[in-house]
């Protein structure tokens, strides 16, 4: 049976995929679980142009109920126009690019949607979609499977669970389980892991744990990557409170990298700005370097400068260093692109850094970092200091471009 892929448009699914960020990659296994609920990935796509105009074509398959044959003519025509030589025969290439963003926006929409109403039905119900043709048999074992909506089940078994799955999830309250001739809910299954190794044939292979019946990198729940898990007020303002509420993903660095441990020191190519005394000023002197916002590609991440929004940020006691944004964000030392999840929502961000030293006096320097998350420059930190070892804890994650 065909599946219906233009019923599956409503807004939390739109929002979910709007909210991504391009993210070159040249397999499949670059990014993993969760970190794809930030990241628009093609596998083998290494220009943001190309992923920009896939997330395009998928944009509208998800917002207006564009069928598989539709996105085909934009894939032919985008594979045309950019010369891309993809791995994959198109058919199979084409299903699983198009079933994959559509059915994890949909599922994550619908997260969010029972996150909403958790309080007057607080149970869900794990259904399997009779229109897989091939189904598999863990699959059909959870259909029916009714749980709590807190029960840490859903946090590996929301679906999807793997290429292909289309699994969804129920919300229920008191009276629909009595109808179902319960008055608890279930029990969940012990999960039982089981150790693979993927991307064999490509560029960076790993060995995962996954729970069996789930197919490796679908063991997440992508609505609670994006979107986080809804806490009560007082518990969320705990979690305010926190000041590492924000744990990194990727642990590696610099030495993994491959690269030096002290950054170059490049000699200020513009003047120093004054100290300024008022945000106001701030804002005239941004608008006065990039205007009201500019364009920038560091590293083939695309970054907008908001004077506006950045100004907001910025104390003015350390506006000296502005001027050198601009040097910053053309010319990096190093781009890195960091996954954070918080450890009370487990909500997933995606943020770039970009990173260069300048030395301003004779044994006297300053590290620049920038933080940019969604495509906007929401950060920006001046280090003056005569020890440049401060920096190393912000050169983490992937690294997606370094200055030779």
């Known amino acids: ?53 896939f997330q395009t074509a998928l944009d509208k398959s998800i917002a207006d109920g564009g069928s598989l044959r539709d996105f085909r003519k934009d894939f032919d025509s985008i594979v045309d126009k950019h010369g891309w030589g993809y ?36 149970y869900w119900r794990y259904r399997h979609n009779d229109a897989v043709e091939h189904p598999r048999p863990e699959h059909l074992a959870w259909d029916g499977l009714i749980l709590s909506a807190e029960d840490p089940f859903w946090d590996t078994h929301f679906p999807a669970n793997g290429w292909g799955c289309k699994c969804f999830v129920q919300s229920l309250n008191e009276r629909d389980i009595n109808k179902l001739g319960k008055t608890i809910p279930d029990k969940a299954p012990a999960i039982k892991y089981e150790e693979k190794t993927v991307g064999i044939r490509g560029p960076s292979p790993r060995k995962v744990k996954v729970p069996q019946g789930i197919d490796p990198g679908f063991a997440y729940n992508p609505g609670k990557a994006a979107f986080g898990e809804a806490l009560s007020d007082d518990v969320m303002a705990e979690w305010k409170k926190t000041k590492n509420a924000w744990q990194p ?103 770039a850094r970009f990173i260069k030293g300048y030395e301003f006096k004779k044994g006297k320097f300053v590290l620049l970092v920038a933080n940019a998350r969604k495509g906007q420059l929401e950060g920006f930190t001046f280090i003056p200091t005569s020890d440049n070892k401060y920096i190393q804890n912000q050169r983490l994650g992937e690294l997606v471009y370094g200055d030779e």
Do not use: C
């Open 249 to 351: 993903l990727n642990t590696a660095g610099w030495a993994e990298a491959g690269r030096p441990k002290q950054i170059p020191l490049n000699a200020t190519p513009v003047k120093l700005a004054a100290r300024l005394k008022t945000k106001a000023e701030v804002l005239e002197l941004l608008q006065k370097q990039q205007g009201d916002q500019k364009l920038y590609s560091p590293g083939g991440i695309p970054v907008t400068v908001r004077s506006k929004q950045l100004a907001s940020h910025i104390d003015p006691n350390r506006s000296e260093y502005l001027p050198l944004i601009d040097d910053l964000l053309t010319n990096p030392y190093e781009v890195w692109l960091s996954f954070e999840k918080h450890k009370g929502t487990g909500k997933i961000n995606l943020r």
């Open 1 to 53: 049976m065909p599946a219906k892929y233009g019923s599956l448009a409503f807004q939390e699914a739109i929002d979910f995929f709007r909210d991504k960020v391009r993210v070159p990659t040249a397999a499949w296994t670059d990014i993993w679980e969760g970190q794809h609920a930030r990241a628009f990935t093609i596998a083998g796509a290494m220009k943001d142009d190309i992923l920009l105009d």
């Open 87 to 122: 791995n994959g025969g198109r058919d199979w290439r084409t299903r699983v690019i198009y079933e994959t963003n559509l059915y994890q926006a949909h599922n994550s929409g619908r997260y969010t949607q029972m996150q909403k109403v958790k309080r007057s039905r607080p």
